[in-house]
């Protein structure tokens, strides 16, 4: 059977039921969880900032790993069509599965947002065009205008917020049952693998439309 464009984006979100009824989202319950799971902290992050709109009517959170090839081929269209559609928050989760690089480079980009240069340093490390070493982290971050010297401090000040965040990530990622990277939250539907500039927006689509039929409930 011919798989079309539209009939991969179905397929993906059914391949769990939407966060607005799942457990994973469901509203905060037990204070000892520090409610890790609930729709806030999935899509409210107070720690990681936000790209695209703040204020935009549907968020996307991606976990990403910054050695991950698919997440670099991913990064331009997602990037392209959050633009384009100007109404959409980006809540970008470093998820290192990697280990290794991957693990101080994730590090090092949230400890940027403390002059804020979070975007910037993700842009710079998910772009790099060659594979991401101990040796060459620091110049690739120093390439998006990052003060090295300043986030390496800041992450020293910061390790047990920075590695809390990080943790959070990761029992998130996998409770929604996620594989790999990258991965996806479109709205309330979990969306696991890659998307290009066409399914991101029949994703967004689909998203918009299950949020409007749940306001009329």
């Known amino acids: 059977m011919m798989i079309t464009r539209r009939s991969a984006v179905t397929a993906a979100l059914a391949l769990a039921p939407a966060l ?3 457990k994973i989202l469901a509203a905060p319950t037990a204070p000892d969880e520090e409610d890790v799971l609930s729709t806030n902290a999935v899509l409210y992050d107070a720690e990681i900032p936000v790209a695209g709109n703040p204020k935009g009517d549907i968020t996307i959170v991606e976990w990403s790993d910054y050695r991950c090839p698919y997440c670099k081929k991913v990064a331009p269209d ?3 069509v959050v633009k384009e559609d100007g109404n959409i928050r980006l809540v970008l989760k470093d998820w290192p599965i990697f280990g290794g690089v991957s ?5 090092l980009v949230l400890a940027s947002k403390y002059q ?5 340093a993700h842009e710079a490390l998910i772009r790099a065009p060659s594979k991401l070493t101990d040796s060459n982290l620091d110049e690739t971050l120093k390439t998006g205008g990052i003060d090295v010297a300043r986030t390496t ?4 000040a910061n390790r047990a917020t920075i ?3 990080l943790k959070r990530n990761d029992t998130q990622a996998k409770a929604l049952g996620f594989q790999g990277t990258p991965s996806f939250i479109v709205g309330r539907f979990r969306v696991p693998g890659v998307l290009d500039v066409a399914l991101f927006k029949q994703a967004i ?3 918009r439309a299950a949020a409007k039929k749940n306001e009329k409930k």
């Open 78 to 80: 997602l990037m392209q």
């Open 20 to 22: 607005a009824t799942s």
């Open 205 to 207: 689509k689909d998203a």
């Open 103 to 107: 693990v101080e480079a994730a590090k």
């Open 116 to 120: 804020g240069k979070f975007l910037e």
């Open 163 to 165: 590695e809390a965040i």
């Open 153 to 156: 401090k800041d992450l020293d």
